[in-house]
């Protein structure tokens, strides 16, 4: 851990502010290989081990980290004994397995801090995201890349500024911000991070899409060529670059099976 790493606040979508007034996203960017973990993470797992045991889990849920969690997937339409807390499903696999197995980088990293915390973490690849990140609800029709169907209504969704939303898309999300009170400062405030960072975007006349300048700046777009994803809902634009390293790491084996452990598909 930095000893000078200060978070850098994201946004959440006033409507779930008000909802969830202790609800917030934190970020931190730190340079972190990936790959098999070396001997002192493998090393402070097995700590982790000995000192977490049975009586621990089983008590843990009583912490008043682990209960707020609790309290919040309730208050989110989640049963906490179904769907586990990041935390305690962490406990479970510790009892299943008899101890903390070592998953490689970040995943090792990501384990301890969870388990030492209470707190949900989770890793992201700093390259593929641009502008700060936020916790908004789903758009009405809106998916998840590689699952089939819509996300259920209300589910929390994480992004950064790197998305081209539909027009019906967008009017869904800002459909929930106009009516805020200009009163409010964080309604203010959200409003003034939303909007700048979007932009229109329509097909000329011959049905390409112009991209702007602030938006090619915003994804690292120094060329005449871009990658566009499809991501559901909506589309991702990347900079070759970017996508082929991405696509790359995607192609190492071992790569996905990581990612996709604990999604269900």
């Known amino acids: ?21 202790g609800l917030a996203i934190a970020w931190a960017e730190v340079e972190g290989p990936s790959g098999k973990s070396p001997e002192p993470v ?46 305690e499903q962490l406990a479970l696999e510790r009892l299943f397995d008899g101890g903390f ?3 490689g980088l970040p995943r090792d990293a990501l384990t301890i801090a969870i388990v030492e915390t209470g707190v949900a973490l989770r890793a992201f690849d700093a390259d593929a995201l641009v502008g700060a990140l936020c916790i908004r609800d789903s758009a009405p029709g809106e998916g998840l890349l590689g699952e089939r169907g819509e996300l259920a209504q209300g589910t929390l969704v994480i992004e950064s500024n790197d998305a081209l939303h539909p027009r019906v898309a967008w009017e869904a999300i800002t459909s929930r911000v106009e009516p805020l009170p200009v009163t409010d400062e ?20 011959q049905g390409r899409l112009v991209i702007p300048g602030k938006l090619r700046d915003a994804v690292g777009l120094t060329g005449d060529k871009a990658v566009l994803v499809g991501a559901g809902s ?3 634009l990347w900079s070759p670059e970017r996508w082929d390293e ?10 996905l099976e990581d990612q996709f452990k604990g999604l269900g598909i």
């Open 234 to 236: 909506h589309l991702e």
């Open 42 to 87: 493998r090393e402070r797992l097995r700590e982790l081990s000995n000192r977490f045991h049975g009586g621990h889990a089983v008590h843990m849920r009583e912490r008043p980290i682990p209960w707020a969690y609790r309290v919040f997937f309730r208050q989110i339409g989640l049963d906490p004994d179904r769907n586990r807390t990041p935390v």
């Open 246 to 255: 991405l696509s790359a790491r995607m192609a190492q084996p071992g790569f």
């Open 1 to 21: 851990m930095h000893d000078d790493l200060v978070p850098e606040q994201g946004w959440v979508a006033p409507i779930l502010r008000e909802e969830f007034p």
């Open 101 to 103: 197995k070592s998953r």
């Open 186 to 205: 964080g309604a203010r405030l959200f409003r003034h991070f939303l909007y700048p960072s979007a932009w229109p975007i329509e097909q000329d006349k």
